[in-house]
Nanobody
């Protein structure tokens, strides 16, 4: 069993940066592929980035590529999302998720979900 808790969200202005954290409980964190999703107001939740086990590979959707960086620290059971150059369109509830495979996450599924953290970007 893995429990995920996001933190680091808030209200910022366009162009600002934020770093989200996803703290995991459980000794098996390192064995999971991890991902960030977001759900903008009135829209469905969408996958935006993933990181493989041991951080060998990272994956991004086009809308965040070059602005967001996903990372993980298995010693701390924590995953991060560094968000730079934030835009009003990035406003959403951000969720972290864990699954056994990248393909599962990229289909919008996960074995474990966090509760979400709100990010609001004003223009």
């Amino acid at each position: 069993q893995v429990q995920l808790v996001e933190s680091g969200g808030g209200l910022v202005q366009a162009g600002d940066s934020l770093r989200l954290s996803c703290a995991a409980s459980g000794a098996t964190f390192s064995t999971y592929v991890m991902a960030w999703f977001r759900q903008p107001p009135g829209k469905e939740r969408e996958y935006i980035a993933a990181i493989s086990t041991r951080a060998f590979s990272t994956y991004y959707v086009e809308s965040v590529k070059g602005r967001f960086t996903i990372s993980r620290d298995d010693a701390k059971n924590t995953m991060y999302l560094q968000m730079n150059g934030l835009k009003p369109g990035d406003t959403a509830v951000y969720y972290c998720a864990a699954a056994a495979s990248l393909s599962t996450l990229q289909r919008g599924l996960a074995k474990y979900w966090g509760q979400g953290t709100q990010v609001t970007v004003s223009s």
